[in-house]
């Protein structure tokens, strides 16, 4: 290194010696790190300085944004027309899908006793870019180009079209940090969609999959399962679909399954994302921290006092219970028909005596309710014409499961022990029926 | 010691800070040399009074923004090795490349185990040994990315 310039011939200049700077800068860093970590003293000037660096995160992005404008303007026509032709087509599909959506929940209202239907949980929402993306194996994190100014707050749930995608874990101004659910410090409170199975989904530092370390080894898992958000945890809402099971393995040895998901969003593709607004008093709607806090339920939502009982058509989410569990869940699992369904609802004065469908139902969501009943076969989109035919007497049995179910996603006791007088064998609650409030 | 050298100093450690946050595929990004690091020691041995500790806490200060669980955790490592270096400025400066590309591995190794101590005291241990693959790559741009600093900006301070 020929030509280094400066000599040092005094390197006392303004502020004293280099040992004496370094220990004002030392000491002035250790005490910014414990305001940072043990106080929250900090976030104000976290979104100061978040506001400082977007000129250059905007920078960072502007690679791949310029070209990936460049690659829009110069898409040919014919590419055009193509994709207008397949968005018109996706447009129609979910059109069809939703059709029946409006009356759907009418008569999901009218079956839950409820005067008139709920909203739909989700307030608003909006679409936010992706300005920067940081994946790596230790932190899975992607900045959006929406703050505070927007509205957007700390601990928001972040989805694509396709399912969660995270939280916001620092809001500035104009930007807001998002941790991706699999970011290694992340963890979701999920459901098994099939049986209600509750645990919770870590992040693993990869795109592609999402690890569920804490479930038995005699857990009812499956490849292929679907997970959703359970409620629990107070940040996201139950019923938004997470994952898909991908891999599971049973080792003799360890007490617990090694289960791997993988994430539904398309998390290293999107360049966009979703802020979503929750209605705070929706039963569904994420509760507070603290889980016996069940005050944030609409009291219109409490669950009716326990009719008698009776086995109702398999629903989507039944539990395999005690004796009779066994052929609902195998109904359930052959995606039983419409005519089916009727068939098992009709004997129910005679069945009464069995035990209950466990209420574990994961809770329907109210706007992706097309998807969920896709994902969960058939049994659902067929079930208004059912009970229309019923005598009254399988309302309230329906009425009495669902809100249960609802109102388990908030309390894990209510729903760990059904108000019904027969005992159910409920599935076991994993280790996850408590879990630790999300990392924030 | 006039503005100017300070002018230069800020924007390449501006630049070199883009560098670090500029996203990556994941497969290349344990790889990525600390570009932030390789410059703010550059100028700590090449302008000691000018830089120095300063540049070193604000740059480390700047990437706990943008990438860092904890304020000040980055700031505090890279003031740290800036100080090294600052102090045995003299004696780097006049080492050959290879000497120095050994230096600049050793304080690296010093500043990730700082960060990664810090890591595990605020509650997010990562204990993936990909984490220090950075120190090596580091090392070995070291030459060229000190003699592209001292043909570009390096001459007239």
Not at chain 1, 164 to 175: A, K
Not at chain 1, 254 to 278: K, M, N, T
Not at chain 2, 10 to 34: E, K, Q, Y
Not at chain 2, 36 to 50: C, D, E, G, M, Q
Request: glycine share 8%; charged share 15%.
């Amino acid at each position: 290194m020929a030509a280094f310039g400066t000599g040092a011939r005094q390197l006392q200049g303004r502020g004293g010696s280099p040992g004496f700077r370094f220990t004002l800068y030392a000491l002035l860093s250790i005490v910014i790190m414990f305001l940072d970590e043990r106080s929250h003293w900090l976030e104000n000037a976290r979104y100061f300085l978040q506001a400082a660096a977007y000129p250059v995160q905007l920078a960072v992005s502007s690679p791949s944004a310029a070209w990936s404008w460049l690659q829009e303007s110069f898409a040919t026509r014919d590419e055009l027309r193509k994709e207008n032709n397949r968005l018109r087509a996706q447009q129609r599909a979910i059109e069809i899908r939703s059709m029946r959506f409006d009356a759907l929940q009418k008569e999901n209202a009218e079956l839950r006793g409820l005067k008139e239907a709920l909203p739909a949980v989700a307030e608003r929402w909006e679409v936010a870019e992706v300005v920067d993306v940081e994946l790596n194996s230790l932190r899975q994190r992607v900045l959006l180009n929406r703050g505070t100014s927007n509205g957007v707050f700390k601990g928001q749930a972040v989805m694509d079209e396709k399912g969660l995608l995270g939280q916001t874990l620092h809001v500035g101004p104009w930007s807001s940090e998002v941790i991706l659910i699999t970011d290694p410090e992340h963890a979701v409170p999920v459901q098994i969609e099939r049986n209600g199975l509750r645990t919770i989904a870590v992040g693993a530092g990869d795109t592609a999959s999402l690890a569920l370390p804490y479930l038995p080894a005699n857990a009812d898992v499956k490849t292929g399962d679907l997970l959703m958000t359970s409620g629990l945890g107070g940040v996201f809402p139950a019923g938004y679909p997470v994952a898909r099971i991908t891999e599971v393995h049973h080792d003799a040895v360890q007490p617990l399954a090694q289960v791997r998901a993988a994430p539904l969003a398309r998390i290293d593709l999107d360049r966009e994302a979703v802020l979503v607004w929750f209605r705070p008093d929706h039963p569904a709607a994420p509760g507070t921290a603290t889980m016996s806090d069940s005050k944030t339920g609409n009291a219109r939502i409490q669950p009716l006092p326990a009719p008698p009982r009776a086995v109702t058509a398999p629903a989507a989410g039944t539990a395999p219970a005690a004796g009779t569990g066994a052929e609902a869940r195998t109904s359930a699992n052959a995606g039983a028909s419409g005519s089916k369904s009727t068939a098992a609802a009709k004997p129910s004065p005679a069945a009464k005596p069995t035990p209950s469908p466990t209420t574990h139902a994961a809770v329907p969501p109210r706007e992706s309710g097309a998807s969920a009943s896709e994902a969960a076969g058939t049994p659902r989109a067929e079930r208004p014409q059912t009970p229309r035919s019923e005598p009254p007497r399988s309302k309230p049995t329906e009425t009495g499961a669902s809100p249960t179910a609802t109102e388990g996603a908030k309390s894990p006791a209510a729903a760990a022990v059904p108000p019904s007088p027969e005992p159910a064998a409920p599935p076991k609650p994993s280790p996850a029926a408590t879990p630790p409030p999300e990392q924030q | 010691m006039n503005s100017e050298p300070r002018f230069r100093m800020v924007l390449t450690t501006l630049v070199a800070l883009i560098l670090t946050v500029l996203p990556l595929p994941p497969w290349m990004d344990p790889a990525r040399p600390a570009f932030l690091v390789l410059t703010v020691l550059y100028w700590s041995i090449a302008a000691p009074r000018a830089g120095g500790i300063a540049l070193g806490w604000f740059g480390g200060l700047a990437l706990d923004v943008f990438q860092g669980p904890v304020l000040g955790q980055h700031a505090l490592a890279l003031a740290l090795i800036t100080y090294i270096f600052v102090r045995e400025h003299q004696k780097i400066r006049s080492k050959p490349a290879f000497q120095q590309a050994l230096i600049v591995f050793a304080a690296i190794v010093i500043y990730e185990f700082i960060v990664f101590a810090i890591d595990g005291w605020s509650g997010h241990p990562i204990t993936s040994s990909a984490r220090w693959l950075h120190s090596v790559t580091s090392a070995m741009i070291w030459p060229f990315a000190a003699a592209f600093l001292t043909h570009r900006y390096g001459r007239s301070s």
